[in-house]
């Protein structure tokens, strides 16, 4: 067998993937275009060319994303087909993690929510907050939507001077709330906030709308482990976050290696979970991802 080619596409990024016949990745990719057309080609040959492989040594493309219903041709003449993102995003986190019951937050220009137990992968639903929303507001009231600026500005911001903390409305904590907890998001913002300040806000804003919201789609399943994949993960301000709600909740928050890239991973073993069930059924030739 030869090397099993995983590409997330989005609308302007793409990320791929390489994943051999020993199952290891190989030097996950990302690149940015105006369109996910172009971003996608672009990838696809800069992988190939800086890992020095020769479209003979790719066995199959396997393609996800929003971006790839644009894509409806074999890539590069290469039998290409198209994995479910959901599947994707499970399959790839449980690669990352050896994980086999968890909840899979998918830290997108959205969040979605897919629940892992055993072989059984679902998606639960989502939250529209994320990236999109972290840009949004950034461009309004920092006039930038480059994340990796807003993320510099907020590592020199002060939480307490956006958030009302329980230890600014209570003179002891309250049952299970410590009194740094917040009580109210940009509750205690004020009109001339530094920008520092008001990045900080904004990405603590979005992190822990995405963990409570991740928490709570977990009730009465039993489910406290929580693995976030996608470009959100690469924010340092999650170093802080996740654990202050770890510390709350009694749960646990995973960033695994190839955050960013587990989604495209997933696409990728989709193609080998379908070779494996054609196997066991007697059958020697993969069709279609549906």
Not at 89 to 98: F, I, K, P, S, V
Not at 274 to 289: A, D, N, R, T, V
């Amino acid at each position: 067998m030869g090397i099993v080619i995983g590409i997330d596409v989005g609308i302007s990024t793409t990320k791929i993937v390489g994943i051999n016949k020993d199952g290891i990745v190989i030097s996950p990719l990302r690149i940015k275009a105006t369109d996910p057309v172009t971003s996608l080609y672009g990838a696809f040959g800069k992988y190939l060319h800086d890992n020095k492989i020769s479209l003979e040594e790719v066995e199959h493309v396997m393609l996800t994303g929003v971006g790839a219903a644009y894509i409806n041709e074999p890539i590069y003449g290469l039998p290409t087909n198209k994995a479910d993102e959901f599947l994707a995003d499970g399959l790839g986190a449980r690669y990352e993690t050896e994980i086999d019951r968890m909840i899979v937050v998918s830290m997108g220009t959205g969040t979605s929510l897919v629940q892992c137990d055993g072989d059984r992968i679902e998606h639960i639903g989502g939250i529209g907050i994320g990236g999109g929303t972290l840009q949004g507001l950034s461009r309004i009231l920092l006039k930038t939507d480059d994340i990796k600026q807003v993320s510099t500005l907020a590592l020199q911001g002060d939480i307490t001077n956006i958030n009302l903390l329980i230890g600014d409305i209570s003179a002891q904590p309250l049952s299970g709330l410590p009194m740094d907890a917040t009580a109210s998001l940009f509750g205690n913002a004020k009109s001339n906030a530094s920008r520092e300040d008001i990045a900080l806000g904004l990405i603590c804003m979005v992190l822990q709308s995405i963990g409570s919201g991740t928490i709570l789609s977990s009730l009465n399943t039993g489910i406290k482990e929580y693995v976030l994949i996608g470009n959100l993960t690469l924010l340092p301000q999650c170093k802080d976050v996740f654990p202050a709600m770890e510390r709350l909740y009694h749960v646990h928050f995973r960033i695994p290696k190839h955050s960013e890239f587990c989604t495209a991973i997933g696409a990728a073993l989709y193609y080998y979970q379908g070779i494996l069930e054609k196997k066991q059924k007697g059958q020697h030739h993969y069709g279609k991802c549906k």
